[in-house]
Structure formats: C-alpha cells, structure tokens
C-alpha cells in the first residue's frame, strides 16, 4: 500500500481541522405560526408569568418563596425547611429526574423544546429581534449591509431591550435568595452589596450571551442531556420525524395535479422546515441529537401541505416503528404503554407518595439533646445528683410555641432547670441547658436510659422526644 504524499496528507489533515474547528454559521430562523407554536408561547407564559412573579408574592408577612442562605431557612408559603430537611430536597431533585426520563421516553425532548430555560429565553429574545430588525430576509440583508445611521439605531435598540431583559432576569434570580422588596430599594437607592451586585450581573450577562448570541450551540454543545437522550429513546418513543415513504422523491411539482402522477413525493424541497428551526438541522435527514422536538418543523410543513392541498402530516411527532410498520394513530398510542413507561411511572408515584407523605408527618418542632461532657455529674445543693445537658429546640413552623420539659426512666428524676416554659418564635433555632437530678440517696451507680420529652401548651400540641443517659458515678 502506497503512503499518502505530503500534499494529500496536509489535504486531509487541513479537512479534518475545518471539521472540527468549523466556524458557526448565524441561523437566521424564520416565524411560524400553529399549534406547536402556540403551545411553546403558552410555556413561554405560563413559566414566565411564575418565574418573575412569585418572589413578589406575600405570605403571612413575609415573602412566599424565598431561599435564605444566611439564616439558613427555605420558605415555601406556609413551609419552612432547615438544613436537617435536606431529605426533601433530594426526594425533589430524583423526582424531576425521574419526570424527565418519563417524559423523554414517551415523547422525545419535550422539556428541551417547551420549557427549558434556554429555550424560552432565546424565544422571547428572538422574538425582540424579529420586532426590531424584521423577520428572516430582512435580517439577513441588515447584516449584509454596511454600518450605517439606521443600522446601528436598529442594533442598539435590539441590544438594548436584549440587556434590559437580562438584567431583569438576574435581579429577579437574586430575589428569590434575598428579600425582593429589600433589593428593589437598594437599586434604587445605588446601595447594593458586593454579592447581589455580582448575581446580578452574572447571571444577566449569561442570559443576555446564552440567548442573545450562543443559542443553538447551547443545546448543541454545552448541554449534556443532548448526548446521553438516545439512552432513553427506543423504537416507540413519539419523536419529531419527516415520513420518506410519503415525502420521497422530493422536488418542486404542480399544485393541481397529484405528486405520484407526476414522479414526486409530497416533499416540495422548499427548504422551510430547515429555515423555522432553531438549531439550523435538516430534520429530512432523520432523528439528530440537535433536534429539541419543538414541532417548529411540523407547524412549518403543515402550513405548506395545506396550500398545495395535500394531508398535512409529511412531518409530525411519531415512533420509528409507527413509520415502518405504518400504523394509525390509534396503534402509535397503543404502544405508549410499554414497560418502560409502566417502571418509570411507578417509581416516579412512588417517590412523590414518599415526599408528600414526609411532609404531612413532619414534626413542626424538633427535639435534640446533647450531654454536657465537660461535667458528667455533680452533687449539688440539696442531698441531689445532678447531670447536664445542651438541649436544641427547632421550631419549624411559623406560629409561636411555649414549650415545657418532662423527664422519665428513673425513679425520682426531675427537671431542676428550666423550671418554666421556654418561648420559641416562629421559624427559630435555640439552645438552651437542661439540668436533671435526683436525690442522693437513691441514686445507685449505673449509667441509665432515661427520656426526655418536651410538650408544647398551646391550642395544638406537640410532643417531641429524645433519648439520653443518666449518670450515677
């Protein structure tokens, strides 16, 4: 075998450098309008509506969502959870997992193109550009010409609306981790700490790059849920597809006559499919890991099938084996109901009866007893033997409680101090000591198990227990 000469050598390898290092073409995407497209102006909404709204919202006094790192307390309207809850946490993060491995075997990129983050904000971003520069053509000829007077109007006032936008999304995402009204009167005022300052424009500056400039090549290259999708994808999985059976050979035909009268598919090879997708593929070309599923496609070619009186559908949301064994839809949802679904479905109930369920059962105040190990045990005043102990209370809920100790597990054992009842604020953490002795002489040496129970005296009571040990040296 003959070795390549240096000139088919630098040939390749200069091919190989274009592949991988291939500079990014500006995907100039065209409107479209229909059902899919509607439905992703619905998520756009409905997300929007609750991701800017809901750090304004009051509950009993105080913000309904907010996420308190300094004190170390997440409020959810009328819950309260502490770093001890951090259990509801992770039952949270496994169930979204869980929903999107569900939704992704069932129907494709469903969260990708309707409600992922980048998604929507490209969509709102993208729709600024097109009311500011005009819609694909024109867009295209305003970057082809030359700087001037009107250009440079039309680029800042897209840029400008472009920052605002971002730097409204980053003032909202530090809302929901510090009092909103609070960081409302500190812009205002210009006296914004160095932290909200920095969140603010980090987390604008990333919106504003992401969906401004990056956009499909997030999708494309960034996230890792494009790389390890087809895990979760199997033959029956309802996906974005283009029909060949139908569509090929594709070509340019008459209106009025049928396309297999004149040698042609349905296709037209009108391109528009490509020209409405927002990561700039060729959905012809089959199931592609760019592919976010958000049915512009479909809306697109409908819209084409209708004016050359043809059944919409050359593009829709099937299953690979929909297409090959051309079942009806009927049967396409038959199939939905397959063991992946049914495990997916159980586990993901499951794990939702197990976060609901912790929630109802959760002790609204919380009890921990911890000995005091620099004294194990003292004789004091009184013929008694007394033994000390750190007790934390945790009032986890947001009403007031006056709350009393108790003690049992040995004989003549008493509560010396606190004598009283112990106030605990709503939403509060204290620590107080706790001193228990009993008299001398009917102490016998041991270590001894006792229980320690405090009880609440309001309209509601609540008990809440802890084990520790009696010292008798």
């Not at 969140?199 to 969906?211: D, K, P, V």
């Not at 997030?218 to 996230?223: E, S």
């Not at 919409?312 to 009927?330: D, F, P, Q, T, V």
């Not at 049992?408 to 009842?421: D, E």
Request: proline share 5%; net charge positive; aromatic share 12%.
């Amino acid at each position: 075998m003959n070795a390549p000469s240096p000139g088919q050598a630098n040939g390749e390898l200069q091919a190989t450098e274009e592949l991988l290092y291939e500079a990014r073409k500006k995907i100039y995407m065209r409107s479209v309008t229909g059902v899919f497209a509607n439905w992703r102006w619905a998520m756009v909404w409905f997300t929007q509506i609750i991701f800017y709204g809901l750090p304004w919202l009051q509950w009993e006094g105080r913000q309904a969502v907010l996420l308190d790192l300094v004190q170390r307390k997440f409020y959810f309207f009328g819950l309260v959870l502490w770093p001890q809850d951090v259990i509801f946490l992770a039952l949270l993060l496994i169930i979204s997992a869980y929903g999107l491995f569900l939704f992704t075997a069932i129907a494709g990129r469903l969260f990708c193109g309707y409600a992922c983050p980048q998604t929507v904000y490209t969509q709102i971003f993208m729709w600024i550009e097109r009311k500011v520069e005009g819609d694909r053509l024109a867009r295209i000829r305003l970057d082809a010409q030359p700087m001037d007077a009107r250009k440079f109007a039309r680029k800042s006032l897209k840029h400008g609306l472009w920052a605002a936008v971002a730097l409204w999304t980053g003032f909202t995402f530090v809302g929901y981790f510090t009092s909103i009204h609070a960081l409302a009167g500190e812009v205002v005022s210009l006296a914004l700490g160095p932290w909200e300052t920095f969140w603010i424009l980090f987390y604008g500056f990333a919106t504003y790059g992401n969906a401004g400039f990056m956009r499909e090549q997030v999708c494309k290259y960034m996230c890792p849920y494009a790389r390890f999708q087809s895990v979760m994808f199997d033959r029956d999985t309802l996906i974005v597809t283009y029909d060949p059976a139908r569509g090929e050979p594709r070509g340019k035909r008459k209106k009025d006559a049928p396309a297999r009268a004149q040698g042609k598919g349905d296709c037209v090879d009108c391109s528009i499919c490509v020209q409405v997708c927002p990561t700039g593929i060729d959905i012809r070309e089959g199931l592609q890991y760019m592919c976010i599923g958000c049915g512009a496609c479909i809306d697109a070619c409908d819209q084409v099938m209708d004016k050359m009186n043809t059944p919409r559908g050359l593009i829709r949301y099937s299953s690979e084996n929909a297409l090959l064994k051309h079942w009806g839809r009927a049967q396409q949802w038959a199939h939905l109901l397959r063991p992946r679904i049914l495990i997916y479905s159980t586990i993901l109930l499951l794990m939702v009866g197990m976060f609901i369920g912790g929630l109802v059962v959760r002790e609204p105040v919380k009890l921990n007893v911890m000995r005091d190990r620099r004294v194990l045990a003292r004789e004091i005043p009184g013929g008694m033997l007394e033994n000390l102990y750190q007790v934390q209370l945790m009032n986890a809920s947001e009403k007031p409680r006056r709350m009393t100790f108790e003690v049992k597990g040995l004989p003549g054992l008493a509560v010396i101090s606190p004598r009283g009842a112990v106030d605990l604020a709503p939403s509060t953490n204290v620590l107080r000591p706790l001193e228990l002795a009993m008299p001398t002489d009917d102490a016998r040496k041991g270590v001894y198990k006792i229980e320690i129970t405090a009880r609440s005296d309001d309209g509601k009571p609540v008990v809440v227990r802890s084990d520790s040990t009696f010292i008798v040296p």
